[in-house]
Structures are given as C-alpha cells and as structure tokens.
C-alpha cells in the first residue's frame, strides 16, 4: 500500500554528516509509523530511530543518541535522517521503514513494520 524510496547515501569521513531521505507513495503518509534501520556487513539487521506518526515522539538506539536525529514532514511525504559525528561503525545500508500497526509505543523491531525501502550505503572512513 505504500512505496519507500531511500536517497542520500555516500561516502564521509568520520565526524562528517549525511542526511538521508525517504520519499513515500500509496496511502496516506500520515497514517504510517516510520523507522530507520541499518545493517553492517555480516550482521542482522538493527534498529536505528523511530518517529511517531504524529512526529510528537521519538525513540533513539543508545548507538545514536546525542547524534543521529529523525524527522518527518507528512505534506512531503518524507522522513528523514540527519546524522552527524558520523563514526566508522555507522557504516551500513541505511533502510526506511513504514508501520501501520498502532501498538502504544516505539516500534523498535523489524516485525513491526509491514513496508521497506530498498536502502541507501553509508560508508564512514577513518
């Protein structure tokens, strides 16, 4: 129902920044938890940061706090990632995620979310 698009991936050299954007068609935006995962080489795929359809709440990974900030604009059909003191362990392919379930609080599992984008790379050197 709907469609996720990731754009803004590159390369950056540790304590840089990015900002990632997820661009979403199909249905009504607004009515969608949305969330930023990643996942390294060899490793499962992580939660990163959550955003309430409302954009009144947010949750962040301990790995982010203080660093990595989400946002969402519902008239653009947009979320977003800014990330800054970029660190090489953040290096990954960055996934948006969509969430219709209504459950009460941060969604911070990958089996919370029915629809996904197809990824963006983020490579961080030292």
């Known amino acids: 129902q709907v469609q996720l698009v990731e754009s803004g991936g590159g390369l950056v050299q540790a304590g840089g920044s990015l900002r990632l954007s997820c661009v979403a068609s199909?249905?009504?935006?607004?009515?969608?938890?949305m969330g930023w995962f990643r996942q390294a080489p060899g490793k499962e795929r992580e939660f990163v940061l959550y955003?309430?359809?409302?954009?009144?709440?947010?949750y962040y990974s301990d790995s982010v706090k203080g660093r990595f900030t989400i946002s969402r604009d519902n008239a653009k059909n947009t979320v977003y990632l800014q990330m800054n003191s970029l660190k090489p362990e953040d290096t990954a392919v960055y996934y948006c995620?969509?969430?219709?379930?209504?459950?009460?609080?941060?969604?911070?599992?990958?089996?919370?979310?029915?629809?996904w984008g197809q990824g963006t790379q983020v490579t961080v050197s030292s």
């Open positions: 955003i309430s359809r409302s954009n009144g709440r947010t």
């Open positions: 199909g249905r009504t935006f607004s009515n969608y938890a």
């Open positions: 995620a969509a969430g219709s379930y209504v459950l009460g609080r941060p969604q911070v599992s990958e089996y919370e979310y029915d629809y």
